[in-house]
């Protein structure tokens, strides 16, 4: 049981670059969600899902796209990469049973530096 | 909207002290959840405990210790006799209730914990 995985765990993106963030779990886990951690800052929510095929956008979206295809990926994608974007990208992912009070089991995270 | 504020930026203290990490929270709702979570170092976030709005029971685990107090919106976390290996950034988040299912997490701002020998 791996848990979260995220791929790659670091990545050097020049500006206007493309990548996707891969993520996956393995304990059939309804709900995912994608975080980004600034330094000296709290972690932000950016995308969430609550199963395969259905997405929202969280509290800083704006650059960036999911997708869920499967319950167990849900990879993010930068089309156009800025500066902005340097940061630590965390997956993570909850049980349906207990619904929103579920803890959140967390990747070990994607550091991405934008330059 | 919610918001949790940790207003502790940094705090060292000396091994076998005993610490105190303060968090306040703000929320409309009536019901909701508050978590803690650990980020040593390595930077995997590690999940501590969490604690409805429904249950101001205190908790204890082992050198842990949680204090929930809804008249002050406040969800304070106690480690005892701190050592070494609990220097890591300390994280509390809030969850409202919604219909939605799932658990979207406003987080703090996190305290950075050093223990030194």
């Known amino acids: 049981n791996a848990g979260v995985t995220q791929t790659p765990k670091f990545r050097i993106l020049k500006i206007g670059q493309s990548m996707t963030l891969q993520c996956t779990q393995d304990?059939?886990?309804?709900?995912m969600y994608w975080y980004r951690q600034d330094p000296g800052m709290g972690l932000k929510l950016i995308y969430y899902?609550?199963?395969?095929?259905?997405?929202d956008k969280g509290e800083v979206p704006n650059g960036y796209n999911v997708s869920r295809s499967t319950t167990e990926d849900f990879p993010l994608r930068l089309e156009l990469a800025a500066p902005s974007q340097t940061s630590v990208y965390f997956c993570?992912?909850?049980?349906?049973?207990?619904?929103?009070?579920?803890?959140?089991?967390f990747g070990n995270g994607t550091r991405l530096t934008v330059t | 909207a919610q918001k949790v504020t940790q207003a502790q930026t940094e705090i060292s203290v000396v091994e076998k002290e005993d610490v105190t990490l303060d968090c306040v929270y703000e929320?409309?709702?009536?019901?909701?959840?508050l978590f803690w979570y650990k980020q040593p170092p390595s930077g995997e976030l590690v999940f501590l405990i969490r604690?409805?709005?429904?249950?101001?029971q205190n908790e204890i685990s082992g050198r842990y210790s949680w204090n929930f107090q809804k008249s002050t919106s406040s969800f304070n976390f106690t480690i005892t006799a701190s050592q070494v290996v609990d220097s890591a950034v300390y994280f509390c988040?809030?969850?409202?209730?919604?219909?939605?299912?799932?658990?979207?997490?406003?987080f703090g701002t996190g305290t950075q914990l050093k223990v030194e020998l």
């Open positions: 993570a992912s909850s049980k349906r049973q207990g619904g929103w009070d579920s803890p959140l089991h």
């Open positions: 304990m059939n886990h309804n709900y």
């Open positions: 899902s609550v199963g395969a095929g259905i997405t």
């Open positions: 929320t409309r709702d009536t019901t909701y959840y």
């Open positions: 604690r409805n709005s429904f249950d101001e």
């Open positions: 988040a809030l969850s409202e209730a919604w219909t939605g299912g799932g658990n979207k997490l406003t």
